[in-house]
């Protein structure tokens, strides 16, 4: 429990350091316009790393300047009760949070920006993680990793070349290449969503990454990239720096055609690595769709990887929204399928290689709270996990589910969808 009374105390210490600042009071709803950067590109298409999202997207957090620099902070904590259901059952009070940094300003022609997001999940889910059926991470199964400490510390300048195209530079320590989509993180679609989709690791895993160099062109509806970065996941120990190395490479188209949408398409090799988390080299490619029509947020995510040797990927799938009913209550869903091998899950025995895995989550979130400087929200999230009949004996039935019961608390302005009225 005191896990959770330090990570709102730490929201409340950063939003109240805010106070003159311009809050944005929720997705989709901005008090003022959003502010306009390259190529006159607004902000809110700002994701994780250098993702776009759709133009309508929220810029959920605080926004102050001080003479040429702009800043802006948002963040959220969970404090949950999780419980998941079963011959693997177990359970967990917890917290899962971070908190994200952004202060830009204009530089030799150009906007330079800085990027810093921290996490105190290797305290408050512990360093095994948070309980999750058929999740995969190494070296447990069932569980998914907490986030470390410092999850990005990047740099990025933007330059145009004329009036219609510019030019882009991202480095970091620690960060995020062009591959996969806008992390779950940052998708307005999973705003009120606690748990990490199945097919993370297939899709936007790589958005901690030790060693990121990025370069991009762009127009103000087409951006294409190529990154450098380190294809190994972080170490156990979350909280210190891995070896930054440069030794996997992606590339990512993304499209953003009118406000609403944002399209994306990427490939990527990563090489071999060992450590506590080895894995072969492997080729990793996806596509990805994001819609925010006012307060209903959408994404389709399709993310495979293609071991070497393997003679076909293994798919994963994922369709995720959030609506915002009114300034009170909120509905999401999630609906997945993976494809997993034994290994993953740590299974012997008579077990196929690969198994065919589904999942389908809804949840309800309404507001408690809405006064300066937080917001907060009760919340809970039911999941029924679908498995083949060679699960059974490990699962205790075809139909494993879970229970998740949260409240959510945030800075006031970054409430998602209008709530923070």
Do not use: C
Not at 334 to 339: F, G, K, L, T
Not at 402 to 418: C, D, I, K, N
């Amino acid at each position: 429990m005191k896990s959770w009374y330090t990570d709102a105390a730490a929201v409340a210490v950063v939003v109240t350091a805010l106070a003159g600042a311009s809050p944005v009071s929720g997705y989709g709803q901005h008090e003022h316009a959003p502010e306009q950067g390259t190529l006159g590109i607004p902000s809110t298409r700002m994701g994780s790393g250098t993702a776009w999202l759709p133009d309508a997207a929220p810029l959920p957090g605080y926004h102050t300047s001080a003479g040429r620099w702009t800043l802006m902070v948002h963040g959220t904590a969970f404090l949950q009760y999780d419980r998941q259901f079963g011959t693997r059952a177990d359970d967990q009070f917890g917290s899962v949070n971070w908190l994200m940094a952004v202060a830009e300003r204009p530089a030799a022609g150009g906007t330079l920006r800085f990027r810093a997001m921290v996490s105190g999940e290797p305290w408050t889910v512990t360093a095994r993680g948070y309980p999750q059926l058929l999740q995969v991470a190494e070296p447990y199964a069932d569980r998914q990793h907490p986030h470390d400490v410092v999850s990005e510390a990047a740099v990025a300048y933007e330059h145009t070349v004329n009036t219609r195209v510019a030019g882009s530079l991202y480095a970091a320590p620690v960060g995020e290449p062009a591959l996969g989509p806008v992390t779950y993180l940052h998708r307005p679609s999973a705003a009120y969503d606690p748990a990490v989709p199945l097919g993370h690791h297939s899709q936007d895993v790589t958005h901690t990454s030790f060693g990121v160099v990025t370069v991009g062109v762009f127009t103000r509806s087409l951006r294409v990239e190529a990154s450098s970065f380190n294809g190994a996941h972080p170490d156990e120990d979350r909280t210190d720096f891995d070896l930054v190395r440069l030794d996997s490479y992606a590339t990512r188209v993304s499209w953003n055609q009118g406000r609403e949408w944002s399209a994306a398409a990427w490939f990527g090799h990563l090489a071999a690595a060992g450590g506590a988390h080895v894995h072969d080299a492997l080729d990793r490619f996806g596509a990805s769709v994001l819609r925010t029509r006012g307060s209903w947020s959408t994404a389709l995510v399709y993310g495979a990887d293609l071991p070497a040797g393997a003679g076909h990927p293994l798919n994963t799938l994922l369709f995720e929204t959030t609506l915002d009913l009114n300034e009170a209550n909120a509905v999401y869903g999630r609906a997945e399928y993976v494809r997993r091998t034994a290994a993953d899950l740590a299974l012997i025995g008579s077990v196929s290689r690969e198994l065919d895995i589904g999942a389908v989550s809804v949840g309800y979130e309404r507001r408690i709270w809405g006064r300066a400087p937080l917001a907060a929200g009760l919340g809970a999230r039911g999941t029924l996990n679908l498995v083949p009949e060679a699960l059974r004996p490990f699962y205790g039935s075809r139909t494993p589910a879970a229970l998740l019961a949260y409240l959510q608390v945030r800075p006031s302005g970054s409430a998602p969808m209008g709530m923070s009225r």
